[in-house]
């Protein structure tokens, strides 16, 4: 059978940052996390990628940002497309364009917007109509933190327990309430990642002692963090976001070798961070697999965190971004 999708299917989707962090996997091939995890999806850090059915190519073909992706981003690129040829019975190559309105190389968390993007062009393209939870279990393939840009607000990420990873998707969380934004302060100075997520975490598995212990505690760590956001108590959600992150952070440095994704600015944001809360505003940070940290904080208190964030030495222009939507079909390209 021969897909018959649109000419070009075009999809916007935009990154996310986890309140309950996902540090390790349960199995490898499906990219099965070890655990659940809860995010934010942010509107300001957002993909577009456009995809076209090319019969005449013998390989796909991929750019980001108007250059040709590397050997290995395009391979692996391939191989995620292969999933949905699979489900739609095609051998087609297809040509992807994709770009984002932050920088990829920044660390920031590209791969989430950049897959949850493409699994609905691509599916779109292949004449595909999936529903968000099939497109969650797809854009977890390519990067399990994706299969949470599948939808806007605040998201969690279940881990499931089948071996086919059936039940590894992310859902809404319906009914908070609490206006949520962030501010996102990059270490200026951040070279290429010391280390990558995929490998990063597999290293904490196979040799911290801490990992168990941290494994254990996610699924308390959701609990509290739905029950405290939906009491908007700052205090609470502070110590659970805070302590989310601080964990998985100590998890992956006790790793032999350990692995420091913080630099100086990191810690310096994160006082300031303290010291703002401490002064009444509702606000904590988050630090992702590598140095720039991002605060989550209400509305109204924003430009007063993005102001006290500009000025701490070492971070570059602050991004304020506001809670996004879900990944989705547009008309066109930006
Ligand atoms: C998170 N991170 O919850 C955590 C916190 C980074 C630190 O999800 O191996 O690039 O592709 O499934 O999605 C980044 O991990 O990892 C991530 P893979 P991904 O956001």
């Known amino acids: ?74 391979a692996r690129t391939s191989r995620f497309v292969d999933l949905i040829r699979d489900l739609a019975g095609s051998k087609t190559r297809v040509s992807i364009r994709s770009k984002s309105n932050f920088p990829t190389a920044a660390g920031l968390a590209s791969s989430a917007s950049g897959f949850a993007a493409l699994a609905v062009a691509v599916s779109d393209a292949f004449g595909l109509s999936l529903d968000g939870q099939a497109l969650s279990i797809l854009a977890r393939r390519g990067s399990g933190s994706a299969a949470r840009s599948i939808f806007g607000g605040f998201v969690r990420m279940h881990a499931g327990e089948r071996a086919d990873g059936t039940d590894a998707f992310a859902t809404p969380i319906p009914g908070l309430s609490i206006p949520m934004a962030a501010v996102v302060a990059p270490a200026a100075k951040a070279g290429p990642k010391a280390i990558g997520s995929t490998e990063g975490m597999e290293q904490t598995r196979m040799t911290s002692p801490y990992y168990d212990a941290w494994i254990a505690q996610v699924d308390i760590d959701i609990e509290e963090s739905l029950s405290s956001l939906e009491a908007r108590d700052w205090d609470r959600i502070a110590q659970v976001v805070e302590g989310s ?39 904590c940070f988050t630090v992702d697999a590598g140095p720039h940290l991002v605060a989550f904080t209400e509305p109204d208190y924003q430009d007063r965190v993005a102001n006290a964030l500009s000025q701490v030495p070492g971070v570059g222009d602050v991004i304020k971004s506001s809670s996004g939507e879900g990944a989705h079909l547009v008309g066109r390209m930006p």
């Open 1 to 74: 059978m021969e897909a018959k999708g649109s000419d070009v299917a075009i999809a916007t989707a935009c990154a996310n940052i986890a309140l309950v962090k996902y540090w390790g996997k349960r199995e490898g091939k499906l990219n099965l996390p070890a655990a659940g995890s809860v995010s934010l999806t942010l509107d300001a850090l957002r993909t577009w990628t456009s995809v076209s059915l090319s019969p005449e190519h013998r390989q796909d073909v991929m750019t980001i940002d108007d250059q040709a992706v590397s050997e290995a981003v395009l």
């Open 245 to 283: 992150c601080l964990a998985m952070h100590a998890n992956a440095m006790a790793a032999r070798p350990g692995i420091v994704y913080f630099q100086g600015s990191t810690l310096l944001a994160m006082n300031v961070v303290r010291s703002l809360r401490h002064a009444g505003v509702p606000v």
